[in-house]
């Protein structure tokens, strides 16, 4: 099954874009997703499974690496088309 997730990442701390972009550079070297970003979220695609585990993998590190942080997603079954 096909998934679209849309995710926006709150770092709880004053320097924050760095940790917004260390994230969403974790999830595009995923080649089997696609990843979509505007000034509100990022979109990734793909299989359903794969979406899930890559985003459980690199909110992980991005936790490890950076500390607390909010990630609010809605996920929505099926491929919305998503524009670049």
Known sequence: MQLTADLSLYPL???YIPVIQAFIDAVKRHDDL???CNAMSTQIAGEHDRVFEVVSRELAASYE???AQVLVAKFIP???ELDD
């Open 34 to 36: 696609r990843v979509v």
């Open 65 to 67: 690496q950076f500390g």
């Open 13 to 15: 701390q004053d320097e």
């Open 78 to 80: 099926g491929i919305v």
